[in-house]
């Protein structure tokens, strides 16, 4: 057995039972957050966002492809995720980890189900050509809460992506650099993530916090009209009806924290 962290455990846990957190927050209050956007001058869109000690870059890079054949007039979106080594000791090179694609997934999915982009307007021509967005997720620093962190810097990049206005001419494809036009952005989703430790559900975990936690639950909630666009659980222990309840009231509750910050 591992000494330390099983005090460190009982030391946590007896704190959230007694209503309190390590680092003095309450228990839905997040830490400071800071974007930097157009982080990456050589990317149509990009950001860097610190939540807490947590820190993500992230560049949107598009090209034009074909859509899916059963979606011939709606543009493409696609989100990839790398965990440097060097933001933490278990992050290591190679391909995707389970942390990484789920990572990307659940920011993916609360972008794609708000339907934050209007990926219809990203068509070129129908069943030829498309917008393909490329959104490349890079963890450079780990103190816990990948989720809230990679979705707020994924939102800033999207909102000050710049693209080529594109026409088909004489069956050619014709762009112009010169004409830029903003990516249509037609809302925002505040992604809010909670652990359950012990007694008590706590918003935006810190590090020793995750790696004590029971269970864990993020839930999507976009700006216009507060709905539920995503939620993923995860960790062993089950969550009451309860605490799912509370969670994602606090989550709308607070959601207008995180849209601040993106004005």
């Known amino acids: 057995m591992n000494v330390v962290p099983e ?9 959230i039972n007694n209503g309190k957190r390590a680092d003095g927050r309450d228990f839905d ?9 157009n982080i990456i001058t050589k990317a149509e869109g990009s950001a860097k ?8 870059i992230v560049g949107v890079k598009p090209s034009i492809g074909e859509p ?7 543009g493409v979106l696609m989100t990839n995720c790398e965990m440097l080594p060097m933001a933490a000791p278990e992050f290591e090179p190679g391909p995707p980890s389970p942390e990484s694609i789920e990572l990307a997934r659940v920011v993916d999915r609360g972008i794609r189900e708000s339907e934050l982009v209007d990926l219809e307007k990203l068509c070129i021509e129908e069943g030829k050509k498309v917008w393909m967005l490329f959104i490349d997720l890079h963890v450079i620093d780990y103190d816990g809460n990948l989720f809230d962190c990679a979705n707020i810097a994924v939102m800033a990049a999207l909102l000050n992506t710049k693209l080529p206005t594109a026409s088909i001419v004489d069956d050619e494809l014709v ?3 010169e004409n830029l036009m903003d990516l249509p952005v037609r809302d925002k989703v505040a992604l809010s993530t909670f652990v359950k430790i012990g007694n008590g559900m706590v ?18 909630v976009t700006q216009n009209n507060s709905y539920i666009s995503s939620m993923q659980k995860g960790g062993e222990v089950p969550l009451t009806r309860d605490e799912i309840l ?6 709308i509750a607070t959601k207008d924290e995180i849209f601040e910050y993106l004005e």
Do not use: M, N, W, Y
């Open 68 to 74: 899916f054949a059963d979606t011939p007039d709606v």
């Open 7 to 15: 005090i460190s455990k009982r030391s946590i846990v007896k704190l």
């Open 175 to 177: 762009l112009d650099e």
């Open 203 to 220: 918003l935006d975990p810190s590090l020793e916090e995750e790696e004590v936690l029971d269970a864990r639950l993020s839930v999507g």
């Open 49 to 56: 966002v610190t939540l807490g000690d947590t820190q993500v």
């Open 246 to 251: 509370d969670a994602v009231h606090t989550a």
């Open 29 to 37: 209050q997040r830490r400071e957050i800071v974007v930097e956007p």
